[in-house]
T-cell receptor, first 115, second 114 residues
């Protein structure tokens, strides 16, 4: 069990640029989640995949945000035309219905700073 | 919709003292309840969870929490804290319906002083 891996750890970009983050879940986990955390707040749910299907999507996920999990393994989260309000820690988590009994395993996150 | 309120944003305590971190939730449906901990520069880890059964649940590192349905609370306790317990603690809820969304509180920063 190598844990949930997120890359990059930090990303600094200029307003208006596009950014993409990657998440590699624990290998046998079929469920994958994205959350966003701003300073002094708890994580906020963005989206959920079961295998390659995106089954839940928050209203926080504007049309500038898109997430994919093409083969049911790793996932990418893309933000187009970044805004300063997108600055946050983006967290990925994974779980397996069979083995974890509602337990999510979180990665260390990607810290996005939009200048 | 669900919401979670953690009543204290920061809690300083001395080492070996007891601690209670408070959590109240609001939901129109039955929920599962969780406490997650975030140590500096690490991902969130599950401390404990209440799914059903006994309302007193025990977790890792000597923590426990009690589910009180009438008061819609799920307070976290530890009888004697250690310096290594310094971290951010998050209470979260998830409804029974099958939706996978976890709703987190704002977090409580626990600082242990020697």
């Amino acid at each position: 069990d190598t844990g949930v891996s997120q890359n990059p750890r930090h990303k600094i970009t200029k307003r208006g640029q596009n950014v993409t983050f990657r998440c590699d879940p624990i290998s046998e986990h079929n469920r994958l989640y994205w959350y966003r955390q701003t300073l002094g707040q708890g994580p906020e749910f963005l989206t959920y995949f079961q295998n390659e299907a995106q089954l839940e999507k928050s209203r926080l996920l504007s049309d500038r945000f898109s997430a994919e999990r093409p083969k049911g393994s790793f996932s990418t989260l893309e933000i187009q035309r970044t805004e300063q309000g997108d600055s946050a820690m983006y967290l990925c988590a994974s779980s397996s219905r069979q083995t974890t009994n509602e337990k999510l395993f979180f990665g260390s996150g990607t810290q996005l700073s939009v200048l | 919709a669900q919401s979670v309120t953690q009543l204290d944003s920061q809690v300083p305590v001395f080492e070996e003292a007891p601690v209670e971190l408070r959590c109240n939730y609001s939901s129109s449906v039955s929920v599962y309840l969780f406490w997650y901990v975030q140590y500096p520069n690490q991902g969130l880890q599950l401390l404990l969870k209440y799914l059903s059964g006994s309302t007193l649940v025990k977790g890792i590192n000597g923590f426990e929490a009690e589910f009180n349905k009438s008061q819609t609370s799920f307070h976290l306790r530890k009888p004697s804290v250690h310096i290594s317990d310094t971290a951010e603690y998050f209470c979260a809820v998830k409804n029974f319906s099958g939706a996978q969304k976890l709703v987190f509180g704002q977090g409580t920063r626990l600082t242990i002083n020697p």
